[in-house]
Nanobody, 115 residues
Framework: QVQLVESGGGLVQPGGSLRLSCAAS????????TGWYRQSPGKQHELVAV???????IYADSVKGRFTISRDNAKNTVYLQMKSLKPEDTAVYYC?????????WGQGTQVTVSS
């Protein structure tokens, strides 16, 4: 059974930084594409970044140049380094992985950007 656990969210001032972690059990992360998504009240689920098994990376236009997705194969963990945070980055952040026809999600971690 695939389990994903996100951590690292919190309250940060505009311009600040946070690093989110997504630890996996039940799968080997490097074999699959892993994504970070976010959802804020009243908005649709939004793709933030994806890293493929081959290491290719895609970012949403809204986070390019500010966010970095990476993977530590030894720790079976995917990270989202977020810099120059803006109030509009406030959301619950989720990681996911698709294995065959099944998509697994973590429980989410809240990121709040506010002064």
């Amino acid at each position: 059974q695939v389990q994903l656990v996100e951590s690292g969210g919190g309250l940060v001032q505009p311009g600040g930084s946070l690093r989110l972690s997504c630890a996996a059990s039940g799968i080997i992360f490097r074999m699959y594409a892993t994504g970070w998504y976010r959802q804020s009240p009243g908005k649709q689920h939004e793709l933030v970044a994806v890293i493929t098994s081959g290491g290719s990376i895609i970012y949403a236009d809204s986070v390019k140049g500010r966010f970095t997705i990476s993977r530590d194969n030894a720790k079976n963990t995917v990270y989202l380094q977020m810099k120059s945070l803006k109030p509009e980055d406030t959301a619950v952040y989720y990681c996911n992985v698709v294995v065959g026809t099944k998509t697994s999600w973590g429980q989410g971690t809240q990121v709040t950007v506010s002064s």
